[in-house]
């Protein structure tokens, strides 16, 4: 062959090959650049796994959700958690392996690479033990086995291991995805914060947030990252963001009770003292929430909204302070009985009891409507504070005080034949001119204890002063609260007349209720009933 | 008064003389009987496909916002948002892995007919520069998507460059605006990219093509001597040409356009972090042997396709002989460069 013709074929071939196979490569590459999944790198170990769970059909979705994972893109196989050495109280042999496994990575094993985390949970209310520390009373009132997949199952959270660690990661990072967007899911922290005790869910539900996040959640991303002093990315808050997330000013945590100023899950409402020395004080914690409110919220409407929350706390335990009184009063006069085996008590009149209506009331009056009342409060669900909430709690207190009557207490006596309206308030009350909402005009005429006491709002700065001297609440609350009580018929809406506009909505329900006596009050069907003495 | 009077009036130049200049170098440019082929107009390709890549750069620097908040943002905006947006990317994307394709193949077929050797290898020196320019444009302009490919490799790859000896740091400093990728960077790449690279590029093309003027296209032996000139075949084979790239960019773009991927996040490092393909084969090296030898390699390469021209004639007196083995040596880059590439794009 000649020069020519040995050019021409090395030219034909090579920019052949050249051509076809790095268009082939271009094209391959620009495919990927439209992967928003990161790639990721199987080790032979995790592969080994992974291929004998898929063949023989064990837990296969889980080995898919790790795929899926952070994990799986920073190259943290199965062994990194799984790994267990002799003798460890879950140390499993593989049967299809000669691997040592471990059954149940604790946050002893999170902790090598989320030591931070680990910590921040460890001293958090989350790891707290008080479910067994006051489980011995609650315990004979549910049998064993229902509690397992009951209080055992939320309360796993907070499990003691054998390695001594505290804690269930995987309570809100559901393995073995360990997603973040699934553990910011409001539902997630729903799973134990739900129903008739804490309805912490229905409650952020019921609130403004709630609603818009359902409304437009579905297009945000919950899987950020919430590091770096960073503005939180979506409009309105879930649960993770004012509980543990970051902000401008706030590092993100897992300490759940780094921004609680109260204990208002407790029988009665007081100022945190929750691993002080490493938190600081209530107000610290309060000033952390505040930040991370502030985000959204102007400062006065963050204030006013809170302190009316804590008033409401505060208001809370006032009628526990009445319902205390009367069962211990109807526990001493022998009325009602404490439940009693080898000469330990298994209720208490000023916690619980199972068998007597009163100390069911009591019961509820905290550890469910009480709650609900505070939290409602606290959170922005107006139902749970009102009619899931203080109706309740209300009803309890005078179900107690009738129970006493029905059962010859003369002073429950003397309140059951009351016919005075302010009967339902025998206990201190505390208040605030006016709501963080805005200025209300003729909302604030008509409660009874307003229109009848002059010396109503004395009684009250009395009462919201003592608890500031008491330390419940703060120098800066004090004083917003004075500002208002200063301006009181601004607050109040008393120096607003509007009265235009009242009197044509009084009109139309003139109308609506003579129209209801027509239509229906004054109607009476001719045939006659069955039933007839 | 008729246009072409008042333009005279103007610009009184004498129009005979630009005419005839004109027709010299352009009109009736002797292009040698060998062009007819199709295949020997891959110098001509690179060209209209940079024309290409400064028309759809001047649009998409519209609409691109060159720092770290905006970048990714304004990508996805032109991408999702801008009419015909993502095509103008997309050919633009396209543009730049076709032109170093084409510039690939139009050193294959100069090397392999010797068009390098004496009198011109000053002009193959300046091809190579050229080559060398667009990689860099392309590995500046890769950098400015900011996703967390782009945002790695920009990391890694500016990383190499600390490797150099003496000016190394120095040069890392000064490309990277700082010791880190920052927002110092992308404005300074965003610079490089659009406003330094692209003129410096016309210039040496400018250089590359008067010495190729100069010389006459060089005309491998087996075809029929003589020539014809420049307009009107060429420069309709020309406008085929054109026409082709810009189907085959569309084409492209709309089969396999480029996507966003994931934003820059400088506080994850992936896994896996890959360059760009046309940097496959010096990836693929590196990761072969230590840095040090990887980085020297390397730059021994650069220097001996540079000079190859001059080193040449050392291997042999025998001009046939030397044939062979320049045939030899650049058959083991080629494979060398598509194996490594190969082997680089199916491993993890």
Aim: glycine share 6%.
């Amino acid at each position: 062959m000649d020069t020519m013709k040995g050019q021409q074929w090395l030219i034909g071939i090579f920019s052949t090959l050249l051509i076809v196979i790095l268009m082939i490569l271009a094209g391959v590459e620009m495919k990927k650049t439209r992967h928003d999944k990161p790639e990721i790198e199987i080790d032979k170990t995790t592969a080994q796994c992974i291929n004998c769970h898929e063949r023989k059909g064990i837990a296969v979705k889980q080995t898919g959700a790790w795929k899926e994972s952070e994990h799986a893109v920073m190259g943290i196989g199965c062994n990194e958690c799984h790994q267990a050495e002799e003798g460890e109280f879950d140390a499993q042999k593989c049967p299809e392996s000669d691997f040592l496994i471990a059954r149940h990575p604790t946050p002893k094993d999170c902790e090598e690479c989320h030591a931070q985390e680990v910590k921040e949970f460890a001293e958090s209310k989350h790891a707290h033990q008080f479910w067994l520390l006051k489980n011995a009373d609650r315990a004979i009132f549910e049998n064993p086995i229902s509690t397992r997949h009951g209080c055992e199952q939320c309360h796993q959270i907070a499990n003691i291991w054998p390695d001594g660690s505290v804690g269930e990661c995987d309570a809100c990072h559901a393995k073995h995805s360990f997603s973040k967007a699934v553990a910011r899911q409001p539902e997630t922290c729903g799973e134990c914060h739900v129903g008739p005790d804490h309805p912490h869910l229905e409650i952020y539900i019921e609130s403004k947030h709630g609603n818009i996040f359902a409304a437009q959640g579905h297009n945000w991303d919950m899987g950020y990252a919430t590091t770096n002093n960073e503005e939180i990315p979506n409009e309105v808050p879930v649960c993770t963001t004012c509980h543990m997330d970051g902000n401008e000013t706030q590092p993100m945590t897992h300490n759940v009770s780094d921004r609680l100023a109260w204990e208002s899950q407790m029988t009665w409402s007081f100022r945190t003292v929750w691993n002080e020395e490493e938190s600081g004080d209530w107000q610290v914690k309060r000033g952390r929430m505040q930040a991370i409110c502030k985000s959204c919220h102007a400062p006065d409407f963050v204030e006013t909204y809170l302190l009316t929350a804590d008033l409401v706390n505060l208001q809370y335990n006032e009628i526990r302070r009445e319902i205390v009184r009367w069962t211990k009063k109807m526990t001493a006069s022998g009325i009602i009985d404490r439940l009693e085996a080898d000469g330990k008590f298994y209720s208490s009149p000023v916690l619980n009891g199972w068998d007597e209506e009163p100390e069911h009331d009591m019961y509820n009056a905290w550890h469910h409507e009480g709650r609900r009342f505070r939290h409602g409060a606290e959170m922005m669900g107006a139902d749970f504070t009102q009619w899931h909430g203080i109706w309740e709690v209300q009803d309890d207190l005078n179900s107690i005080i009738k129970y006493a009557a029905e059962h010859g207490d003369k002073e429950a006596q003397k309140w059951v034949d009351s016919n005075h309206p302010s009967k339902f308030a025998t206990y201190s009350l505390y208040d605030i001119p006016g709501s963080a909402w805005g200025i209300s005009v003729k909302v604030n005429t008509t409660p009874f204890v307003y229109n009848n006491y002059p010396d109503y709002w004395d009684r009250i700065y009395a009462n919201v002063e003592a608890a500031y001297q008491r330390g419940l609440l703060s120098k800066p609350q004090w004083e917003h609260w004075l500002e208002r009580y200063e301006n009181k018929d601004h607050y109040l809406g008393l120096k607003y007349k509007a009265d235009s506009t009242f009197n044509y909505f009084k009109e139309r329900n003139d109308i609506d209720f003579e129209k209801m006596d027509e239509q229906v009050i004054q109607f009476k069907l001719p045939g006659k009933p069955f039933y007839e003495k | 008064m008729r246009v072409k009077d008042w333009l005279k009036e103007r610009f009184p130049i004498d129009y005979a003389k630009f005419i005839e200049i004109n027709e010299n170098i352009f009109i009736k440019e002797p292009i040698p009987n060998h062009l007819k082929k199709w295949y020997y107009c891959t110098g001509a390709t690179p060209l209209i496909l940079f024309a290409i890549q400064v028309v759809t750069g001047i649009l998409l620097t519209f609409y691109f916002i060159p720092s770290p908040e905006m970048a990714y943002e304004s990508v996805r905006h032109i991408t999702e948002e801008v009419t015909l947006g993502f095509w103008i990317r997309g050919v633009h994307r396209w543009g730049s892995n076709l032109m170093i394709i084409t510039l690939l193949l139009h050193i294959v077929r100069v090397f392999f007919t010797g068009a390098y050797r004496k009198p011109r290898e000053i002009n193959w020196m300046v091809g190579v520069v050229l080559f060398f320019l667009t990689l860099a444009l392309s590995f500046t302009g890769y950098s400015l998507t900011y996703n967390q490919l782009s945002y790695w490799a920009t990391t890694v790859g500016t990383n190499m460059i600390n490797e150099v000896p003496v000016i190394g740091h120095w040069l890392l400093v000064f490309l990277r605006g700082g010791e880190e990728v920052t927002a110092n960077t992308l404005t300074r790449f965003f610079t490089i990219h659009v406003g330094f690279l692209p003129p410096l590029i016309v210039l040496v093309m400018a250089v590359h093509i008067i010495i190729l003027r100069i010389h006459g296209v060089s005309e491998p032996e087996g075809y029929e001597k003589g020539h014809y000139p420049f307009y009107p075949l060429h420069f309709y084979k020309i406008i085929i040409v054109f026409l082709f790239v810009l189907c085959l960019l569309s084409t492209l773009t709309i089969l396999l356009p480029p996507g966003l991927g994931e934003a820059a996040n400088p506080a994850v490092t992936p896994s896996h972090i890959k360059p760009e393909w046309y940097f496959f084969p010096t990836y693929r090296f590196l990761k072969l042997v230590p840095l040090n030898v990887g980085i020297g390699g390397t730059a021994l390469f650069i220097i001996g396709m540079m000079f190859w021209p001059f080193i040449e004639p050392f291997l042999s007196r025998d001009i046939s002989k030397r044939t062979k083995i320049s045939f030899i040596v650049a058959s083991l880059v080629i494979i060398l460069t598509l194996g490594f590439s190969i082997w680089e794009t199916v491993v993890l």
